[in-house]
């Protein structure tokens, strides 16, 4: 009698576990939608800095990334700072190149898909070699693309995360069935 109750509290354990865990996917799924999101407005505000550096104060663009630099913080400042030393160091490669190279390399680990990659590295392919009002008009059009982004994203966010976390607890519940 006593190994039984030691059995079923192990087993309920366990599925006190599963559940857990699947619950748990499920509100780590659901927070990376408001990472994204977040990601790409700060994004946006940047580039909004970017572009009135470039257009209204005639910046170039090693100046424009440093001052976007300063006005922000945590991996968007490394992000900026690192465009601008490598632009100022004058190695050779293209501001394309540097600019999808700092993205990759401050930006591959977050919360970001494969369609928000390709429109940022996007951005890169007209900025730095054409005229001024060329890149001011490159940075509106990204900008735009980006906030019709962002629209999207906010607006499904709400029922994608409820999914999300149903799906976690249900998918939970279900391991607990089949392995009870």
Known sequence: MRLEVIFFLI???GAAFVVVGCVG???FKSSEITGRITVLKEMHRLLLILKGEISYLAQPVPEAAAQA???SS???RQFFQEI???LYEKNGDTFAKIWCSCIDLYFGDCCLKEEDFRLLYNIGENIGFLDRQTQVQALELYMENLKTNILYLSETAAAKQRVYKCMGAFFGLM???LLI
Request: aromatic share 12%; hydrophobic share 60%; net charge positive.
């Open 25 to 27: 996917i499920g509100f």
């Open 84 to 86: 601008a030393d490598r």
């Open 69 to 71: 630099a300063l006005r």
């Open 175 to 177: 391991a607990v069935i």
């Open 74 to 76: 945590g991996r968007f």
């Open 11 to 13: 087993r309920a354990v």
